[in-house]
């Protein structure tokens, strides 16, 4: 019998797991998460493979320059033939940094805020290092963080809305069209998880842990600072009004951005370097609510095009590209706009105001620094990870009775969105 078994009110390591395995299993939470999670990334990965090899060469013709093989497709082989199509894109910039570093002043890297990668980096450790086991972290690190968020947005959901509107509301997050980049090499499920678990901890009263989620959102997107909108609306209603010490965790919400400047100033001399070089993607303030009526008027121009089948460039010229797919894209980003807005009311009806002023001052952000080449570019990524819309949504298809049929079409846009984007195509 070892020492550990020996002694006197220790449980054995292998009697711990198995009791933790246990409680996953029994959990309502889990099992539903992990329902959503397993079959939904499970499809976007074979969608992906198989839209990549499909393509053939066309993919790195697609990529014009954009892509880093090096750290890309650095396993070889059957390796690369499953992980290289989901790392496009911004999943290049992300490990880049966890790789490499940011790499002096005013590099476009500094846009991207630093939690993922450095947690990439860390788990990347584990296995060397090297950039074929940063490959690996960042998809192990995406994936856990999106299976949590998805069990505390369930816990949550069914606190808020009823254990009916949970299953709907996992399920249509995990389908939304977007939800490809929870398990790319992106920061949104690390920012999700960051996100719920503040509105979590704060709905069960432990402000600590809810400043501390906060804090690490904004270490991981810039929107993160927005947390402490809710977090103060949540802490004034739930302690009748009056403030006590508790509030004093909230000040931990802008603590991640706050560190993040400092290490730009210390490092570069530059503490805004990472608004700065938004000019990169010619992202600027344009002011409030500007981008949508930029985005109307690029849907409509683009659902004039495509209705006339002339191949000139009608809008945005800019944005480069096959005219038609443009047009598609300017029509498609403004559907999203409209679906966002929708929800922002029904969570603003459904649930306490703290939910909707999240989602009003999240969406507030990119309408008010649009692309100039396309007002709503990146929309659907953005609206992925406002929570708060997918628990309304989930509420009121369970009401409808129409989950399966919402998550149907959902599922099929999705499956559009993997194709292009594992073929080097933009989507969001």
Same mark, same amino acid.
């Given at each position: 019998m070892?020492?550990?078994?020996?002694?006197?009110?220790?449980?054995?390591?292998?009697?711990r797991? #198995?009791?933790?395995?246990?409680?996953?299993? !029994?959990?309502?939470?889990?099992?539903?998460a992990?329902?959503?999670?397993a079959?939904?990334?499970?499809a976007?990965? %074979?969608?992906?493979?198989?839209a990549?090899?499909?393509a053939?060469?066309? %993919?790195?013709?697609?990529?014009?320059?954009?892509d880093?093989p090096?750290?890309?497709?650095?396993l070889?082989?059957?390796?690369d033939?499953?992980?290289?199509?989901?790392?496009?894109?911004?999943a290049?910039?992300?490990?880049s %940094?966890?790789?490499?570093?940011? !790499?002096?002043?005013?590099?476009?890297r /500094?846009?991207?805020f630093p939690?993922?990668?450095?947690?990439?980096r860390g788990v990347?450790?584990?296995?060397?290092g090297?950039?074929?086991?940063?490959?690996? #972290?960042?998809?192990?690190?995406?994936?856990?963080?999106?299976?949590? #968020?998805?069990?505390?947005? /369930?816990?949550?959901?069914?606190f808020?809305?009823g254990?009916?509107?949970?299953?709907?509301?996992?399920l249509?997050?995990?389908?939304?069209?977007?939800?490809l980049?929870?398990?790319?090499?992106?920061?949104?499920?690390?920012?999700?998880?960051?996100?719920?678990?503040?509105?979590?901890?704060?709905?069960?009263?432990?402000?600590?842990?809810?400043?501390?989620?906060?804090?690490?959102?904004?270490a991981?997107?810039?929107?993160g600072?927005?947390?402490?909108?809710?977090?103060?609306l949540?802490y004034?209603q739930?302690?009748h009004?009056?403030?006590g010490?508790?509030?004093?965790?909230?000040?931990?919400?802008?603590?991640?951005?706050v560190?993040?400047?400092?290490?730009?100033?210390?490092?570069?001399?530059?503490?805004?370097?990472?608004s700065?070089?938004?000019?990169?993607?010619?992202?600027d303030?344009a002011?409030?609510?500007?981008?949508?009526?930029?985005g109307?008027?690029?849907?409509?121009?683009?659902?004039?095009?495509?209705?006339?089948?002339?191949?000139?460039t009608?809008?945005?010229?800019?944005a480069?590209g !096959?005219?038609?797919r443009?047009?598609?894209?300017?029509?498609?980003?403004?559907?999203?706009?409209?679906?966002?807005?929708?929800?922002?009311w029904?969570?603003?009806r459904?649930?306490?105001?703290?939910?909707? #002023?999240?989602?009003?001052?999240?969406l507030?952000?990119?309408?008010?620094?649009?692309?100039?080449?396309?007002?709503?570019?990146?929309?659907?990524?953005?609206?992925a990870?406002?929570?708060p819309?997918f628990m309304?949504l989930?509420?009121?298809?369970?009401?409808r009775?129409?989950? !399966?049929?919402?998550?149907?079409?959902?599922?099929?846009?999705?499956?559009l969105?993997?194709?292009?984007?594992?073929?080097?195509?933009?989507?969001a």
């Amino acid at each position: 019998m070892t020492q550990e078994a020996t002694q006197p009110g220790r449980v054995p390591v292998r009697s711990r797991v #198995a009791r933790a395995y246990v409680r996953l299993r !029994d959990d309502e939470s889990f099992r539903a998460a992990w329902r959503a999670f397993a079959w939904t990334r499970i499809a976007i990965l %074979v969608v992906a493979v198989y839209a990549a090899l499909a393509a053939g060469g066309a %993919v790195q013709r697609n990529a014009g320059g954009y892509d880093l093989p090096a750290i890309t497709a650095p396993l070889g082989g059957f390796g690369d033939v499953l992980a290289t199509p989901l790392a496009r894109w911004d999943a290049v910039w992300y490990l880049s %940094v966890a790789v490499d570093g940011y !790499d002096g002043a005013d590099s476009p890297r /500094h846009a991207f805020f630093p939690l993922y990668p450095v947690v990439t980096r860390g788990v990347a450790m584990l296995g060397g290092g090297g950039a074929a086991a940063v490959l690996i #972290a960042s998809y192990l690190v995406a994936l856990a963080a999106f299976l949590a #968020a998805l069990v505390l947005l /369930h816990r949550l959901t069914a606190f808020e809305l009823g254990r009916a509107a949970a299953w709907p509301t996992v399920l249509l997050i995990s389908v939304f069209p977007a939800s490809l980049y929870f398990g790319a090499p992106y920061s949104e499920s690390l920012f999700l998880l960051c996100s719920v678990g503040a509105f979590y901890a704060a709905r069960r009263g432990s402000w600590a842990l809810a400043g501390a989620a906060a804090g690490l959102a904004s270490a991981t997107r810039s929107a993160g600072i927005l947390l402490l909108v809710p977090l103060a609306l949540l802490y004034w209603q739930q302690s009748h009004r009056r403030l006590g010490r508790d509030a004093l965790w909230l000040a931990l919400a802008p603590l991640g951005l706050v560190v993040y400047a400092a290490f730009l100033a210390v490092a570069y001399g530059d503490p805004l370097s990472f608004s700065r070089v938004q000019e990169f993607w010619s992202r600027d303030f344009a002011g409030p609510l500007v981008g949508a009526v930029e985005g109307a008027g690029a849907a409509f121009a683009g659902a004039r095009q495509l209705l006339s089948g002339s191949r000139d460039t009608v809008y945005f010229a800019a944005a480069g590209g !096959d005219p038609f797919r443009v047009a598609g894209q300017n029509v498609m980003l403004f559907a999203c706009l409209c679906f966002a807005v929708a929800g922002a009311w029904g969570v603003l009806r459904r649930l306490p105001l703290a939910y909707g #002023a999240y989602v009003i001052a999240a969406l507030m952000l990119p309408l008010s620094f649009p692309v100039a080449a396309q007002p709503l570019m990146s929309l659907p990524r953005f609206v992925a990870v406002l929570f708060p819309i997918f628990m309304w949504l989930g509420a009121v298809t369970a009401r409808r009775g129409s989950v !399966d049929r919402v998550a149907v079409v959902f599922a099929v846009l999705l499956g559009l969105f993997v194709t292009q984007y594992a073929t080097w195509q933009w989507v969001a």
